[in-house]
């Protein structure tokens, strides 16, 4: 299993400009979220997905969106760029619900945003 | 939101010497989670814990969930040059689906 891949790795854009950030996992986890990284902090919650169809904000939503059309892939989505979202950008997955919850983390995408 | 306080924010220490981490939080955590990052990678998990008390060990790391469930701590034992990197702890406090909540991050450094 490859766990869950991220492209691109790194992405610089000019203010204004949109990207998808693309995030896939390939082992059958319902669970799939998003996180940024700025420098010196820890990560904080975007958004997140229990399955196909299902999406919810997490703390920081604002400038983003996310589709989950398949179990696989949870892209994100920028439509504005702005400078405040220059960060690391994390995708993450987990199996199971309730007592499990051990996320595995993508190997995140570096974006800056000009 | 949530907070979770986690101090030193960075270790300077020589090879052999053990190391400690811990994290404290203004509300209750279900389940506590020590990561560790490498330089241009994701978070990787080092140990889960689940019930208030529970100490649990992998290889030279061990961890504890407080037992007023507002605190863990992270010790590594005869330090190495590749636990280099930055450990993070982090907290769930639903049952559900929704995402963690993350410490600042220990920069831990190793002079050989």
């Known amino acids: 299993n490859a766990g869950v891949t991220q492209t691109p790795k790194f992405r610089i854009l000019k203010i204004g400009q949109s990207m998808t950030l693309q995030c896939t996992q390939d082992?059958?986890?319902?669970?799939m979220y998003w996180y940024r990284q700025d420098p010196g902090m820890g990560l904080k919650l975007i958004y997140y997905?229990?399955?196909?169809?299902?999406?919810d904000k997490g703390e920081v939503p604002n400038g983003y969106n996310v589709s989950r059309s398949t179990t696989e892939d949870f892209p994100l989505r920028l439509e504005l760029a702005a400078p405040s979202q220059t960060s690391v950008y994390f995708c993450?997955?987990?199996?199971?619900?309730?007592?499990?919850?051990?996320?595995?983390f993508g190997p995140g995408t570096r974006l800056t945003v000009l | 939101g949530q907070q979770l306080n986690q101090s030193p924010q960075s270790m300077f220490i020589q090879e052999g010497e053990d190391v400690s981490m811990n994290c404290t939080s203004s509300?209750?955590?279900?389940?506590w989670l020590w990561y560790k990052q490498d330089p241009g990678e994701g978070p990787v998990l080092l140990i889960a814990?689940?019930?208030?008390?529970e100490l649990t060990s992998n290889g030279r790391l061990t961890a504890q969930f407080g037992i007023t469930r507002k605190d863990s701590f992270l010790n590594i034992s005869a330090s190495i040059p590749s636990d280099v990197g930055i450990y993070f702890c982090a907290g769930h406090s639903g049952g559900g689906a929704d995402g963690l909540t993350f410490g600042k991050g220990t920069h831990l450094i190793i002079q050989p």
């Open positions: 082992m059958n986890h319902n669970y």
């Open positions: 509300s209750i955590f279900n389940t």
């Open positions: 993450a997955s987990k199996g199971l619900a309730g007592v499990w919850n051990e996320q595995f």
């Open positions: 997905s229990v399955g196909a169809g299902i999406t």
């Open positions: 814990l689940y019930k208030a008390g």
